[in-house]
C-alpha cells in the first residue's frame, strides 16, 4: 500500500450514500479507488473502514492507510456535489492530520464510476438539475440516439456540437423528442447581399414602341441582374447564359429580348420550361401581359404527342411556351416552328439530371439546326438568340463557353434565409408540420403579407396525406392534379387563403409562388435523393423580397431512413451532405442507351448531318458507334429512320423500352398488361 501512496498525485473524496468514494489519481490516470466511512472520535472524525475496488470486488484495508495516501498526495480535492455536512466532515477529518483540501466542482457521473472529472462554467453540461462532464453527457446523449433510431455519424457529430455549445443535454433529447426549439434547430443563415450594380433606367431602353411604355409604367429602373444583362449585349443579340438567384428578375430577361424581337418582326419568342405546370403558368401569364399588345401566345407541351389534331398549336404564334418535351416531339415529328426569334431556356441546369439531361441537350442541338437551316433558305430571316437562365450552376463559366455564350452570373440574395434541421419520424413530422405551417401563417411580415409554407414531399400520395392532416387551409399540388384544379390552387395561394401547399417536384422549378417557408417532409424525389443543385433551388423558394423580411427553411430528418431499396445513403447522412456539399457541375457522360437516343433523334431530324448534331452536344458522343447499334436493331435504314426509328423516337423510347414493348406485343399481351410490365421494369431500376 506504500507504494500505492507514493505514487498518489491527486486524492478525490466524493459522497457515495453514508460513505465517501476514493480516486486516487497520477498524471491523469487512476492509480486506485475505493470507499472511506468515517468514524466519530472525541478528538473528532476519523477513518473508520477504509476499502478498495478491484472490479466488483472490495477489499479491506487498515484505514491508516488513507491517512499515508492523502499525506502523501499532492493535492486532495473534494467533490461541490458532496452535501454540506459531508464537506464538513471531510474538511474535520483533514484537519485533524494537518491535511488541506479544496472543494471542486465535479461530474457526479464519474464520480459514482470510481473516476475524477473536474467542471467548470465552461465544460459544465447540464442534466436533470445537476452539471456532469462532456463525457457523460455524451455517453447519455448516445444512450438516447440509440433508443430512437440509427443515427449516421454526420447527425451524432451535429448533435454533439449543439450539446456542447448549449451545454444542456435535456434542451438536447427535447430536441429529438420533436421540440422546436429555434436556437437547437438552426444551422445557419444564408446572409442577404447586395451586389453593387448601376440600375439601368428603363426609359432609357428604347425597345419597341408597344413594349416600352409598358415597361415604364411597371418599372423605373432594371433589377441588377437584368441591367448586367442589358449591359452585356442583351439587346445587341448576343446569346446569353444567366446565373442569378431565385427571385432575382431573370425571366424578365428573357421577356425583354424575345418580346421586343417579336413586336419587331425579328422572329418568334420560344420560352421553354421543364414542366407542364411552368409552361401552363408562363403561358397564362404571357398571355394576359402581352396579349394587349396584339401578340398571338400559344402553348406545346408533352402531352401534344399524345393528341395532336393540329389545332391545339399555333406555330406561327408570336410567342411559344414550351415544354422541353413538346418541343422536342414537334421537331422529331417535322413540325414547322416558324421563324424563331428568340430562344429562352429556363431551369438549363436540367441539362445535368441523369434521366432528363441528354434530352435537353438534344433539344438544344436539334433546335439551333432547325434554326440554321431556316436561315439558310430564307434570306429574310438571320436566327434566334439564345438565353439560358438558371438559379444554380456549379462550373457556370464552363457550360457557358461550351453554350457559346456570354456568362452573366449575379450573386445576390435579396432576402436571408435561415435554415433549420431537426430530426423526426414520419409520424412526428406531421405534428412538426402543422405546428410549423401554423406559426408561419400567424404572422405577418413587415409588409403586410401573412407567412406562407411549402412543403416538399416524395410522393403524391404524401402530398394528399400531409394536406389532409394541416390544421389550417391548404391543398396538395402535383403534376397529378388537372389543370382547373392547379390554377385554383395557384390563385388561392396568391389571394393567401392557404396557408400552405404540399407538392413534388412541380414548384422546385420555378412556379411563382411567394412563400416564406420551405419545409422539406422528405429529402428524396420519387426514389432518388435531391442533388445539391436541387435542394438549393428548392430552398430559394422561400422569401420574397417584396413580401417577406426573410426566408425559414425546415429540414426534417428521419434517421436510418431510406424510401427505396436503391438508395445506398441515409436521409441523415444526406442531409449533411446538402447543408455542406458544393454545387455540382453540369456535365454530362451519357451511356450507350442515351446516346442511342440522342443519335436517333438528331438522323431524324438532321438525316446525313446527324454527326454535326452530336459533336456540339455537352456530353461525348461515340457517333459511329451508335449508328452500329441503331442499324443492328434497325431502327435506321442508312441515315434515315425506319418506320420502327420513327415510332420510337416519337416517343422518346430509350432501347429497353421499345425491345419491351416490342416483346409484349408479339407475346399478343394486352394494353393493360403493357403498361403494367413497364411500370415494373421502372421500379426495378
Given at each position: 500500500?506504500?507504494?500505492?501512496a ?7 473524496l466524493?459522497?457515495d ?8 489519481l ?8 475505493g470507499?472511506?466511512?468515517c468514524?466519530?472520535?472525541?478528538a473528532?472524525p ?5 476499502r478498495?475496488?478491484t472490479?466488483s470486488s472490495?477489499e479491506?484495508r487498515d ?8 499525506r502523501?498526495a ?6 461541490q ?9 471531510l474538511?474535520?477529518?483533514?484537519d485533524g492530520?494537518?491535511?488541506s483540501?479544496?472543494?471542486?466542482r465535479?461530474?457526479?457521473y464519474c464520480?459514482?464510476?470510481?473516476a475524477?472529472?473536474?467542471?467548470t462554467e465552461?465544460t459544465a453540461?447540464k442534466?436533470?438539475?445537476e452539471?456532469?462532464c462532456?463525457?457523460?453527457?455524451r455517453?447519455e ?5 440509440a433508443?430512437k433510431?440509427q443515427?449516421?455519424s454526420q447527425?451524432?457529430e ?6 456542447l455549445e ?6 438536447i433529447?427535447d430536441?429529438l423528442s420533436g421540440e422546436l426549439?429555434p ?9 442577404a ?5 448601376d440600375?439601368?433606367?428603363?426609359a432609357?431602353?428604347?425597345l419597341?414602341?408597344?413594349l416600352?411604355p409598358?415597361l415604364?409604367?411597371r ?6 441582374v437584368?441591367s448586367?444583362?442589358?449591359?452585356n ?7 446569353q447564359?444567366v446565373?442569378?438567384?431565385?427571385a ?8 425583354l429580348a ?5 413586336l419587331?418582326?425579328e422572329g418568334t419568342?420560344?420560352?421553354l420550361v421543364?414542366?407542364?405546370a ?6 397564362e ?7 394587349d399588345l ?5 402553348i406545346?407541351?408533352g402531352?401534344?404527342?399524345?393528341n395532336d ?6 406555330p406561327g404564334?408570336?410567342?411559344i ?7 422536342d416531339?414537334a421537331?422529331?415529328t417535322?413540325?414547322d ?6 430562344v ?8 445535368k439530371e441523369?434521366?432528363r439531361?441528354?434530352?435537353l441537350d438534344?433539344?438544344i ?5 432547325y ?6 433558305t430564307?434570306?429574310t ?5 439564345w438565353?439560358y437562365?438558371?438559379?444554380t450552376v ?9 453554350l457559346g455564350?456570354?456568362?452573366?452570373e449575379?450573386e ?7 435554415r433549420?434541421?431537426?430530426f423526426?419520424d414520419?409520424r412526428?413530422?406531421l405534428r412538426?408540420e402543422?405546428k410549423l405551417v401554423k406559426?408561419?401563417f400567424?404572422?405577418?411580415s413587415s409588409k ?5 409554407t411549402i412543403i416538399?414531399t ?6 394528399h396525406?400531409i394536406?389532409r ?7 396538395p399540388y402535383?403534376a397529378?392534379l388537372?389543370y382547373?384544379k392547379?390554377?385554383?390552387v395557384?390563385?388561392?395561394f ?5 396557408s400552405?401547399?404540399v ?9 411563382d409562388f411567394?412563400?416564406s ?6 429529402l428524396?424525389?420519387?426514389?432518388e435523393?435531391?442533388?445539391v443543385?436541387e435542394?438549393?433551388q ?5 422569401g ?5 423580411d426573410?426566408?425559414?427553411v425546415?429540414?426534417?430528418i428521419e434517421?436510418d431512413?431510406?424510401?427505396h431499396?436503391?438508395?445506398e445513403?441515409?436521409e441523415?447522412?444526406v442531409a449533411?451532405k446538402?447543408?455542406?456539399?458544393e ?9 450507350q442507351?442515351?446516346?442511342?437516343e440522342?443519335?436517333?433523334?438528331n438522323i431524324t431530324?438532321a438525316g446525313e ?6 459533336d456540339?452536344?455537352l456530353g ?8 452500329g447499334?441503331l ?7 442508312g441515315?434515315?429512320?425506319?418506320q420502327m426509328?420513327r415510332?420510337?423516337t416519337?416517343h422518346f423510347?430509350s432501347p ?8 409484349a ?5 394486352s394494353?393493360?398488361?403493357i403498361?403494367?410490365?413497364q411500370?415494373?421494369?421502372d421500379?426495378?431500376?
Amino acid at each position: 500500500m506504500s507504494q500505492q501512496a507514493a505514487a498518489v498525485e491527486t486524492l478525490f473524496l466524493h459522497a457515495d450514500g453514508d460513505s465517501y468514494r476514493v480516486v486516487a489519481l497520477r498524471d491523469g490516470e487512476r492509480v486506485f479507488h475505493g470507499t472511506l466511512e468515517c468514524k466519530e472520535t472525541h478528538a473528532g472524525p476519523r477513518p473508520g473502514k477504509f476499502r478498495t475496488k478491484t472490479g466488483s470486488s472490495e477489499e479491506p484495508r487498515d484505514p491508516q492507510e488513507f491517512v499515508d495516501i492523502a499525506r502523501a498526495a499532492t493535492r486532495i480535492r473534494i467533490s461541490q456535489q458532496t452535501s454540506t455536512e459531508g464537506r464538513q466532515e471531510l474538511q474535520e477529518l483533514l484537519d485533524g492530520y494537518q491535511l488541506s483540501a479544496k472543494v471542486v466542482r465535479t461530474c457526479r457521473y464519474c464520480a459514482n464510476d470510481g473516476a475524477y472529472s473536474p467542471i467548470t462554467e465552461e465544460t459544465a453540461i447540464k442534466t436533470d438539475r445537476e452539471h456532469i462532464c462532456p463525457d457523460c453527457a455524451r455517453e447519455e446523449l448516445e444512450r438516447e440516439l440509440a433508443y430512437k433510431g440509427q443515427f449516421t455519424s454526420q447527425a451524432q457529430e451535429r448533435l454533439e456540437d449543439l450539446l456542447l455549445e448549449v451545454q444542456d443535454l435535456d434542451r438536447i433529447v427535447d430536441l429529438l423528442s420533436g421540440e422546436l426549439d429555434p436556437d437547437l434547430t438552426k444551422f445557419d443563415t444564408i446572409s442577404a447581399t447586395v451586389d453593387d450594380v448601376d440600375p439601368v433606367q428603363t426609359a432609357d431602353l428604347g425597345l419597341h414602341p408597344q413594349l416600352q411604355p409598358m415597361l415604364e409604367s411597371r418599372f423605373d429602373e432594371l433589377l441588377p441582374v437584368q441591367s448586367l444583362s442589358v449591359r452585356n449585349g442583351l439587346f445587341d443579340g448576343d446569346d446569353q447564359l444567366v446565373v442569378s438567384a431565385t427571385a432575382t428578375g431573370k425571366t424578365l430577361i428573357g421577356e425583354l429580348a424575345g418580346i421586343d424581337r417579336a413586336l419587331t418582326g425579328e422572329g418568334t419568342m420560344l420560352f421553354l420550361v421543364p414542366l407542364v405546370a411552368l409552361a401552363n403558368q408562363k403561358h397564362e401569364d404571357f398571355r394576359d401581359r402581352y396579349g394587349d399588345l396584339g401578340l398571338d401566345v400559344t402553348i406545346r407541351v408533352g402531352a401534344s404527342r399524345i393528341n395532336d389534331d393540329g389545332t391545339r398549336f399555333d406555330p406561327g404564334a408570336d410567342v411559344i411556351v414550351g415544354t422541353y418535351e413538346g418541343i422536342d416531339h414537334a421537331l422529331r415529328t417535322g413540325k414547322d416552328l416558324g421563324d424563331i426569334g428568340t430562344v429562352v431556356i429556363d431551369e438549363v441546369h436540367t441539362l445535368k439530371e441523369p434521366e432528363r439531361g441528354h434530352r435537353l441537350d438534344g433539344l438544344i442541338s436539334r433546335l439551333k439546326y432547325y434554326c440554321e437551316e431556316r436561315a439558310d433558305t430564307r434570306s429574310t430571316y438571320s436566327g434566334a438568340q439564345w438565353l439560358y437562365l438558371s438559379a444554380t450552376v456549379g462550373n457556370p463559366e464552363w457550360l457557358a463557353k461550351r453554350l457559346g455564350a456570354t456568362l452573366i452570373e449575379f450573386e445576390e440574395r435579396p432576402v436571408p434565409i435561415e435554415r433549420h434541421v431537426t430530426f423526426a419520424d414520419e409520424r412526428e413530422k406531421l405534428r412538426l408540420e402543422d405546428k410549423l405551417v401554423k406559426r408561419a401563417f400567424d404572422q405577418k411580415s413587415s409588409k403586410g403579407y401573412r407567412g406562407q409554407t411549402i412543403i416538399f414531399t416524395n410522393s403524391r400520395r404524401r402530398c394528399h396525406s400531409i394536406s389532409r392532416k394541416l390544421g389550417y387551409d391548404s391543398a396538395p399540388y402535383h403534376a397529378g392534379l388537372d389543370y382547373k384544379k392547379r390554377k385554383q390552387v395557384e390563385g388561392k395561394f396568391l389571394d393567401q387563403e392557404l396557408s400552405a401547399v404540399v407538392t413534388t417536384a412541380a414548384l422546385a422549378a420555378g412556379v411563382d409562388f411567394p412563400a416564406s417557408q420551405v419545409i422539406f417532409d422528405s429529402l428524396a424525389m420519387g426514389i432518388e435523393w435531391l442533388s445539391v443543385q436541387e435542394f438549393s433551388q428548392m430552398l430559394g423558394r422561400a422569401g420574397r423580397p417584396d413580401y417577406h423580411d426573410k426566408g425559414t427553411v425546415y429540414m426534417l430528418i428521419e434517421p436510418d431512413c431510406t424510401y427505396h431499396n436503391s438508395m445506398e445513403m441515409t436521409e441523415d447522412e444526406v442531409a449533411f451532405k446538402l447543408l455542406k456539399g458544393e454545387m455540382e457541375d453540369v456535365r454530362n457522360v451519357y451511356d450507350q442507351a442515351a446516346a442511342v437516343e440522342e443519335t436517333l433523334a438528331n438522323i431524324t431530324v438532321a438525316g446525313e448531318s446527324a454527326k454535326r448534331l452530336n459533336d456540339r452536344m455537352l456530353g461525348e458522343i461515340d457517333t459511329q458507334r451508335a449508328v452500329g447499334k441503331l442499324l443492328e436493331w434497325e431502327f435506321i435504314d442508312g441515315l434515315q429512320p425506319t418506320q420502327m426509328g420513327r415510332a420510337v423516337t416519337r416517343h422518346f423510347l430509350s432501347p429497353d423500352d421499345a425491345f419491351r414493348l416490342l416483346d409484349a406485343i408479339r407475346n399478343g399481351l394486352s394494353p393493360y398488361e403493357i403498361v403494367a410490365e413497364q411500370e415494373l421494369a421502372d421500379e426495378e431500376l
